[in-house]
Structure formats: structure tokens, C-alpha cells
Nanobody
Framework: QVQLVESGGGSVQPGGSLRLSCVAS????????MGWYRQAPGKQRELVAT???????NYADSVKGRFTISRDNAKNTVYLQMNSLKPEDAAVYYC??????????WGEGTLVTVSS
């Protein structure tokens, strides 16, 4: 069974920063892509950023230059450093892991609130 444990969400003022972390664990579990998605109230879940096992990254246009995704393969952990946060970044952020067998796993989500 695969478990994804997220941490780092919270409340921040516009212009502030947060760092999200997600640790993946489970037996017989080989990770390919790790990433973050988010879902704001009344909106569909959307891609924020992904990083491959080899370190290639992909970002949504709305977060380019402000967010940085990284991973530690030895620890099966993915991070999302979020800087210059805007009110429109407020959402529940979900960790996603895709196995080498192309199976997707999701975390339970961590809430990010951006308001003054």
C-alpha cells in the first residue's frame, strides 16, 4: 500500500512564502514522476508542477518564476517552494506520485491560504 504524507501548508500574507513537502512510502513502490496539483473552491484540480526521476521539471504558467519543485529520490520526497504567493494561489495542494507502472497516487491535500 502506498502512502503520501504532505506537510507545510498554512496561512500566509500575499508576497509570503511556504514550503510544501510530501513523503511517499510503500512496499514494492517505484516512483517515476512526482508533482503537485491544486484545487481552489469551485474549480477543477490543476497541475502546479512536476519533476521526473531524472530531475526534469514542468510548471504551470501561473507559477513559473515563483515556485520551485524539487525531489530527493533517496527519501522519496518531493518539495514545493512557493514564493511571492498571491491570493489566487490559495487552494488545497495535492501531492501526486506516478509509479513506473503509470499508476497515480494522491495525498490527502494540504490547505494553503493567502490573505491579508
Amino acid at each position: 500500500q502506498v502512502q503520501l504524507v504532505e506537510s507545510g501548508g498554512g496561512s500566509v500574507q500575499p508576497g509570503g512564502s511556504l514550503r510544501l513537502s510530501c513523503v511517499a512510502s510503500g512496499s514494492k513502490f517505484s516512483i517515476n514522476v512526482m508533482g503537485w496539483y491544486r484545487q481552489a473552491p469551485g474549480k477543477q484540480r490543476e497541475l502546479v508542477a512536476t519533476v521526473t526521476r531524472g530531475g526534469s521539471t514542468n510548471y504551470a504558467d501561473s507559477v513559473k518564476g515563483r515556485f520551485t519543485i524539487s525531489r530527493d529520490n533517496a527519501k522519496n520526497t518531493v518539495y514545493l517552494q512557493m514564493n511571492s504567493l498571491k491570493p489566487e494561489d490559495a487552494a488545497v495542494y495535492y501531492c501526486n506520485v506516478r509509479s513506473l507502472g503509470s499508476v497515480d497516487y494522491w495525498g490527502e491535500g494540504t490547505l494553503v491560504t493567502v490573505s491579508s
